[in-house]
């Protein structure tokens, strides 16, 4: 392809996205509801969906954000902070959280939680949050979704190799674990096995390898071991670590979700 072939394809590619752009806003300019996607959200009972104004208080919901917070009407968590829709300290928790993103501290792209709601047991979910911005890029709230971690796709035809990886931790979680060894038992590359971990599981070999220690933990933490203990037996050799792991993951404390769960 010649230079002047290729300069014209490049300024008809800046012609039409400036066209699809110019399209997008005033398609934008005429929705009477901004929030029009509020009532496709209600109809995903495995998504969680919110907006919250710059002091992080819900301006949004979706109708399975209401159902887990044990509430009957939307309006009953409209206007509020996590950390007055839920129980102590994972609502400061929650909100610290979104006052990071408010504050412009980047967003949060499908960070591994597992939550605890009123109505229902222990769930894992990839949580994303993203800044809302003004016309002058002023951050004047946020939007977030929490998604349930969705079934293995067994039909992958890398289902058979990348599960002997998951059989590994599994079986080794208490023992450290390393992405080329997990990648030798795939009998795959490094780039191979992340790469089909996120397709079969929707998670990476980290995420799972955390997932993993810290359901041990918590069936663990319904007894009478020690958090050292447990964090020995869950592949930490450092109880801090442990601790900071399970807080960023949980939202609280291995001894806070002990007394929690036990409270119950």
């Not at 597992?114 to 949050?129: A, M, N, S, V």
């Not at 058979?160 to 931790?169: F, H, L, S």
């Not at 869950?234 to 036990?262: E, I």
Request: glycine content about 10%; aromatic content about 8%; overall charge neutral.
């Amino acid at each position: 392809m010649g230079a002047a072939a290729a300069g014209g394809e490049a300024q008809g590619a800046e012609v039409a996205g400036a066209a699809a752009d110019g399209g997008r806003a005033a398609l934008g300019a005429r929705i009477a509801d901004v929030f029009f996607s509020e009532p496709l959200f209600d109809a995903l009972p495995d998504v969680v969906f919110f907006v919250k104004d710059v002091e992080g208080r819900y301006v949004v919901v979706n109708q399975t954000l209401v159902q887990r917070c044990g509430v009957k009407h939307k309006a009953a968590l409209i206007g509020r902070t996590p950390a007055e829709v839920f129980a102590h300290p994972f609502g400061q928790t929650y909100l610290a959280q979104d006052m990071a993103v408010l504050a412009g501290g980047g967003q949060i792209e499908d960070q591994l939680e597992l939550h605890l709601y009123p109505t229902r047991d222990p769930g894992w979910c990839l949580t994303r949050k993203t800044a809302l911005r003004d016309g002058d890029g002023a951050i004047i709230g946020l939007t977030g979704v929490s998604r349930d971690l969705a079934m293995a796709d067994q039909k992958n035809p890398a289902y058979g190799k990348v599960a002997e990886a998951v059989r590994m931790i599994h079986e080794h979680y208490d023992q450290p674990l390393h992405l080329p060894a997990l990648a030798r038992t795939a009998h795959m590359s490094v780039a191979q096995i992340e790469r089909y971990f996120l397709r079969i599981f929707h998670l990476t070999p980290r995420q799972m390898i955390i997932k993993t220690r810290l359901d041990a933990a918590s069936r663990l933490l319904a007894g009478a071991d020690s958090v050292a203990d447990i964090a020995q037996a869950c592949g930490y050799g450092d109880h801090s670590a442990f601790t900071r792991q399970f807080k960023a993951t949980v939202g609280v404390t291995p001894s806070q979700y002990r007394h929690l769960r036990r409270g119950s």
